[in-house]
């Protein structure tokens, strides 16, 4: 049964939480947040269309498969550790790189952040393959 | 050189993700799990050649310093494990190539195979207690889905048991190190060991037992193991012999690394209630293993009695019997898995696991009855094999010891072993075949003779070079016993 209303409205939340997800994979690194919930609410937003468009239709929108998104988040989160590695020191030693911002004063790029961008592809992509499953069954 | 201890992590981890990516592909994932464990392998022996040539290898992850963070140790026995697990994963991952069903290829086995690795890799090198617990997990979940994957009838009720049993296991495990770290407020294994080291209380002593209770479940040590002999006989061959080179040993590493390190305070109670266990889990292996009639049930109880073997060196805790205890785990390993790949060759070659259905075999594959003697009879104990001198060397420390009644007991179960072998060898290979023998079903590929015959030849090799190895094994017992530079390596003087 399809509601008019749920397209609607999907059509208008699932970009929010879209972006508020990324907002708080940002944030997470002082903050409550980071890749585990961002990646959590990114599914939301996939979730939300199963229910108001169908799981085909939520295929589509997400493009590739959610296996691959498992791997390239593990692939993301392995390859974090790596410059510690190549810089001598031990094994997902956090680095940083102060990248100056054009407005006020400067960033800290790090590989936590790295890290954390690969659990939120992980996350996305295990619970996407979840209900994605789930809702086909 | 910090990248050598975390390698025989890293690789099957960054196999695994690639198989992910590939997971359309079965071919190419055939060719990456292959490669894979090679890596994997090499980076073992690369991982055992640093710390047999300059002692405890320490990274602390994340430059997080201990106890704060989590610290990866290889000592000599961590390292050693690893090097087997490289071997097996190796051989298991050729045998795989050439027997898994497209089916199973499909749905991500070589995927689980090297999540498997990692898992096992990690629990060996890891120096904090929850992190091992961590571990435990990752190599669990793999597990259950290689047990499961397939879903044969009998395979789904071989898992069933498997997981319920091991689940039981962790909750135990993880409420002990909950306990551990509430008490001490330490879950770095060094630092336990220092927090512990004088003060035998009464807490101390109950999550001592609790830990034998979960490592004995997961090493399947009397009274724990009947889950074992109930699951393992389920899965493709190539799972089995993995499940059977590996997990159980997993159980055995952890409690010697525990009983070592930490729990040293009563060895009157601890390790005497560990040598009790030890004999009764020798005796109702073999005494299970008498009374089957399939080969892979047969061989199955075999792990448990010899698991017996593995933990009386360290009910016995003197520095000869442990390293008689290292060098019987890493002999056993290699010969378990052999034996079990064999089974999988019989049944290639003749259609069944079934002793009375079998026969004739030595008449038709005179080699397959020569390579099935050899790591039978090492099972045995028989001379020059090496298993003949795992078991001598924890006889001359029973004997020492003094505890004469559990060599009496070893060398009993040794016979019947022997006796149940050699019930194999007369039904599978020596009896004249049924008469209405089905036409041999299928030629077995190059792939399935390769790694049998590499762990036969690498038996024979360690009962040539005994010295070498037992050396080897000797050091590491001497680390285990001696824990002082363990605990300077991990915590760097801050004691």
Request: charged content about 10%; overall charge positive.
């Given at each position: 049964?399809?509601?008019?209303?749920?397209?609607?409205?999907?059509?208008?939340?699932?970009?929010?939480?879209?972006?508020?997800?990324?907002w708080?994979?940002?944030?997470?690194?002082?903050?409550?947040?980071?890749?585990?919930?961002?990646?959590?609410?990114?599914?939301?937003?996939?979730?939300?269309?199963?229910?108001?468009?169908?799981?085909?239709?939520?295929?589509?929108?997400?493009?590739?498969?959610?296996?691959?998104?498992?791997?390239?988040?593990?692939?993301?989160?392995?390859?974090?550790?790596?410059?510690?590695?190549l810089?001598?020191?031990?094994?997902?030693?956090?680095?940083?790189?102060?990248?100056?911002?054009?407005?006020?004063?400067?960033?800290?790029?790090?590989?936590?952040?790295?890290?954390?961008?690969?659990?939120?592809?992980?996350?996305?992509?295990?619970?996407?393959?979840?209900?994605?499953?789930?809702?086909?069954? | 050189?910090?990248?050598?201890?975390?390698?025989?992590?890293?690789?099957?981890?960054?196999?695994?993700?690639?198989?992910?990516?590939?997971?359309?592909?079965?071919?190419?994932?055939?060719?990456?799990?292959?490669?894979?464990?090679?890596?994997?392998?090499?980076?073992?022996?690369?991982?055992?050649?640093?710390?047999?040539?300059?002692?405890?290898?320490?990274?602390?992850?994340?430059?997080?310093?201990?106890?704060?963070?989590?610290?990866?140790?290889?000592?000599?026995?961590?390292?050693?494990?690893?090097?087997?697990?490289?071997?097996?994963?190796?051989?298991?991952?050729?045998?795989?190539?050439?027997?898994?069903?497209?089916?199973?290829?499909?749905?991500?086995?070589?995927?689980?195979?090297?999540?498997?690795l990692?898992?096992?890799?990690?629990?060996?090198?890891?120096?904090?207690?929850?992190?091992?617990?961590?571990?435990f997990?990752?190599?669990?979940?793999?597990?259950?889905?290689?047990?499961?994957?397939?879903?044969?009838?009998?395979?789904?009720?071989?898992?069933?048991?498997y997981?319920?049993?091991?689940?039981?296991?962790?909750?135990?495990?993880?409420?002990?190190?909950?306990l551990?770290?509430?008490?001490?407020?330490?879950?770095?294994?060094?630092?336990?060991?220092?927090?512990?080291?004088?003060?035998?209380?009464?807490?101390?002593?109950?999550?001592?037992?609790?830990?034998l209770?979960?490592?004995?479940?997961?090493?399947?040590?009397?009274?724990?193991?009947f889950w074992?002999?109930?699951?393992?006989?389920?899965?493709?061959?190539?799972?089995?012999?993995?499940?059977?080179?590996?997990?159980?040993?997993?159980?055995?590493?952890?409690?010697?690394?525990?009983f070592?390190?930490?729990?040293?305070?009563?060895?009157?109670?601890?390790h005497?209630?560990?040598?009790?266990?030890?004999?009764?889990?020798?005796?109702?292996?073999?005494?299970?293993?008498?009374?089957?009639?399939?080969?892979?049930?047969?061989?199955?109880?075999?792990?448990?009695?010899?698991?017996?073997?593995?933990?009386?060196g360290?009910?016995?805790?003197?520095?000869?019997?442990?390293a008689a205890?290292?060098?019987?785990?890493?002999?056993?390993?290699?010969?378990?898995?052999?034996?079990?790949?064999?089974?999988?060759?019989?049944?290639?070659?003749?259609?069944?696991?079934?002793?009375?259905?079998?026969?004739?075999?030595?008449?038709?594959?005179?080699?397959?009855?020569?390579?099935?003697?050899?790591?039978?009879?090492?099972?045995?104990?028989?001379?020059?094999?090496?298993?003949?001198?795992?078991?001598?060397?924890?006889?001359?420390?029973?004997?020492?010891?003094g505890?004469?009644?559990?060599?009496?007991?070893?060398?009993?179960?040794?016979?019947?072993?022997?006796?149940?072998?050699?019930?194999?060898?007369?039904?599978?290979?020596?009896?004249?075949?049924?008469?209405?023998?089905?036409?041999?079903?299928?030629?077995?590929?190059?792939?399935?003779?390769?790694?049998?015959?590499?762990?036969?030849?690498?038996?024979?090799?360690?009962?040539?070079?005994?010295?070498?190895?037992?050396?080897?094994?000797?050091?590491?017992?001497?680390?285990?016993?001696?824990?002082?530079?363990?605990?300077?390596?991990?915590?760097?003087?801050?004691?």
């Amino acid at each position: 049964m399809r509601s008019l209303i749920l397209v609607t409205a999907s059509r208008y939340l699932a970009p929010l939480l879209l972006a508020a997800s990324v907002w708080i994979l940002l944030r997470g690194h002082n903050e409550p947040g980071g890749g585990f919930a961002g990646g959590l609410l990114a599914s939301a937003a996939f979730a939300l269309k199963v229910v108001s468009n169908g799981v085909a239709a939520a295929r589509r929108a997400l493009r590739v498969d959610p296996h691959w998104l498992l791997g390239a988040g593990l692939l993301t989160a392995l390859t974090s550790g790596l410059p510690a590695l190549l810089a001598g020191r031990p094994f997902l030693t956090a680095g940083w790189i102060a990248v100056p911002l054009p407005a006020a004063g400067s960033w800290d790029a790090g590989t936590v952040l790295w890290f954390d961008a690969g659990v939120y592809l992980v996350v996305l992509g295990a619970v996407l393959l979840i209900v994605f499953t789930l809702a086909e069954e | 050189m910090t990248v050598r201890v975390v390698l025989p992590i890293l690789i099957p981890l960054a196999v695994a993700t690639a198989c992910l990516l590939a997971w359309r592909w079965r071919r190419l994932q055939r060719v990456l799990a292959l490669t894979g464990a090679g890596g994997h392998l090499a980076a073992s022996l690369w991982l055992l050649e640093e710390v047999s040539a300059r002692g405890i290898q320490v990274v602390q992850v994340g430059n997080w310093p201990a106890p704060f963070g989590i610290t990866l140790v290889a000592d000599l026995l961590a390292a050693m494990m690893v090097a087997v697990t490289g071997l097996i994963g190796a051989a298991v991952a050729v045998y795989s190539a050439a027997t898994v069903d497209p089916r199973r290829e499909a749905f991500g086995y070589y995927l689980l195979l090297h999540i498997l690795l990692a898992g096992v890799s990690g629990s060996f090198l890891t120096g904090d207690l929850f992190n091992l617990y961590v571990w435990f997990e990752v190599m669990l979940i793999a597990s259950f889905v290689l047990m499961a994957l397939g879903g044969e009838r009998g395979q789904i009720e071989g898992a069933f048991k498997y997981v319920t049993i091991n689940l039981l296991s962790s909750a135990l495990f993880l409420a002990a190190v909950g306990l551990l770290y509430g008490s001490t407020g330490a879950l770095n294994m060094a630092h336990l060991a220092v927090h512990l080291r004088d003060t035998p209380s009464g807490l101390s002593t109950v999550l001592a037992m609790l830990l034998l209770a979960a490592f004995g479940i997961k090493a399947a040590v009397f009274p724990l193991f009947f889950w074992l002999p109930a699951s393992y006989h389920t899965p493709p061959t190539a799972v089995a012999a993995l499940f059977a080179g590996l997990l159980t040993k997993v159980g055995v590493y952890a409690l010697i690394r525990v009983f070592t390190l930490i729990f040293v305070q009563q060895p009157a109670l601890t390790h005497q209630l560990i040598l009790v266990l030890a004999g009764l889990t020798m005796v109702t292996g073999v005494l299970g293993a008498v009374a089957q009639d399939d080969f892979r049930r047969i061989l199955s109880f075999h792990i448990i009695s010899q698991i017996g073997y593995m933990i009386m060196g360290l009910g016995l805790f003197t520095p000869l019997a442990v390293a008689a205890s290292v060098f019987y785990v890493v002999h056993h390993m290699i010969v378990k898995t052999n034996l079990f790949l064999i089974s999988g060759l019989v049944h290639r070659l003749s259609g069944s696991y079934d002793l009375k259905s079998l026969g004739g075999l030595y008449s038709a594959r005179p080699l397959l009855g020569v390579l099935f003697l050899v790591p039978a009879l090492s099972l045995a104990g028989l001379p020059p094999l090496s298993g003949f001198f795992a078991k001598l060397f924890l006889v001359k420390a029973g004997l020492a010891g003094g505890s004469g009644w559990i060599v009496a007991v070893a060398l009993v179960v040794s016979l019947l072993t022997l006796l149940s072998m050699m019930k194999i060898w007369g039904e599978v290979f020596w009896k004249s075949g049924p008469a209405n023998a089905p036409e041999s079903t299928a030629p077995a590929p190059l792939g399935m003779w390769l790694p049998a015959v590499l762990l036969a030849l690498i038996t024979l090799a360690i009962g040539a070079a005994v010295g070498p190895v037992f050396e080897l094994a000797a050091r590491a017992a001497e680390q285990l016993m001696f824990p002082d530079t363990y605990i300077q390596a991990v915590l760097g003087g801050k004691t």
